[in-house]
T-cell receptor
């Protein structure tokens, strides 16, 4: 079954620590994305990658970093510089441009105390 | 910047009734309008989409309409069932890699 796997489902960290969220896809999609979801708000784009070794900032990239060393993998690091990191993080992929449907993973809920 | 407004934020219907969710977009270059359904604790899943060269699209109990002049598109669910209860997101894209999402509508279908 093709899909996107995000791990872990729940993550707890102390303030001041960096944390990395995993995202793996076996859909053979070129494009991958990270979104942040907060209660009562739509999804906001953090970073996206059109192809291996390339990524672009989204609307709320401050305090986050990514890498795209393999087509299948697009990990997100939430750094200590992110002022309000507690949120639900969603990884997605698509065949091509924004005119293609997004395929989402089941998310990672990060809680920072 | 680009914006998508979605209404209502919460919708409660009786099983078997219809549900309508409305969205308005600001970017006139938008040409792709997907709708996603998100169940509790899961990621959103595409349920239907429409492109700007089409005014209406239907898939069984779900239909979407698009009015490009008014920059308005809507999701219609007929004969609602309890399993339709979820959060629904509309979105708009102009063909690049950025998709703008509405804030979501929480739909409750009462049995």
């Amino acid at each position: 079954d093709g899909g996107i796997t995000q791990s872990p489902k729940y993550l707890f960290r102390k303030e001041g620590q960096n944390v990395t969220l995993s995202c793996e896809q076996n859909l053979n999609h070129d494009a991958m994305y990270w979104y942040r979801q907060d209660p009562g708000q739509g999804l906001r784009l953090i970073y996206y990658s059109q192809i291996v070794n390339d990524f672009q900032k989204g609307d709320i990239a401050e305090g986050y970093s990514v890498s795209r060393e393999k087509k299948e993998s697009f990990p997100l690091t939430v750094t200590s510089a992110q002022k309000n990191p507690t949120a639900f993080y969603l990884c997605a992929s698509s065949i091509g441009t924004g005119s293609s449907p997004l395929h989402f993973g089941n998310g990672t809920r990060l809680t920072v105390t | 910047g680009e914006n998508v407004e979605q209404h209502p934020s919460t919708l409660s219907v009786q099983e078997g009734d219809s549900a309508v969710i409305k969205c308005t977009y600001s970017d006139s270059a938008s040409n792709y309008f997907p709708w996603y359904k998100q169940e509790l604790g899961k990621g959103p899943q595409l349920i239907i989409d429409i492109r700007s060269n089409v005014g209406e699209k239907k898939d069984q109990r779900i239909a979407v309409t698009l009015n490009k002049t008014a920059k308005h598109f809507s999701l219609h669910i007929t004969e609602t069932q309890p399993e339709d209860s979820a959060v629904y997101f509309c979105a708009a894209s102009s063909g690049g890699f950025k998709t703008i999402f509405g804030a979501g509508t929480r739909l409750f279908v009462k049995a």
